[in-house]
């Protein structure tokens, strides 16, 4: 049996500044922009050659925009592997992006953890080869 996480909802306070920030900054695809009733979007954003993709999901409710940016509850959300740390650090940087360490070498690769526009802390992981 195969199986596949194939998307993550995450929840956003606007559809096109998050697509603005996945697409724009990160360099994440744009793999649907599809209108649904009542005004909801059916956005997915990717990087490059991922199979799981990000469903941004604009938040609704009181709760859901509380929950923005804090959907762990502090903790590290999103883990982004990268074949090359020293270069999508740089141009992470290059663009904006708010890194909140600097960068580490750890049994398993060489990371440092960001922050998106919304609050939510990622990981930029360059994998030692064999893990």
């Given amino acids: 049996m195969m199986q596949n996480i194939s998307s993550v909802a995450l929840l956003v306070p606007d559809y096109d500044v998050a697509i603005e920030f996945y697409v724009g900054v990160l360099g994440f695809e744009l793999v649907e922009d599809t209108a649904m009733p009542a005004a909801k979007r059916w956005v997915l954003v990717a990087p490059p050659g991922a199979q799981t993709r990000l469903l941004l999901a604009k938040a609704g409710s009181q709760a859901e925009k509380e929950a923005i940016g804090n959907q762990t509850g502090g903790r ?20 904006g992006i708010r890194f909140l360490e600097t960068p580490r070498d750890e049994d398993y690769g060489r990371v440092a953890v960001f922050q998106d526009p919304f609050g939510n ?9 064999g893990d």
Avoid: G, M, S
């Fill in 121 to 129: 802390k990622w990981d930029l992981i360059e994998r030692r080869p």
């Fill in 76 to 95: 590290v959300f999103l883990f982004l592997d990268t074949d090359d740390f020293e270069r999508d650090h740089a141009a992470f940087v290059a663009n």
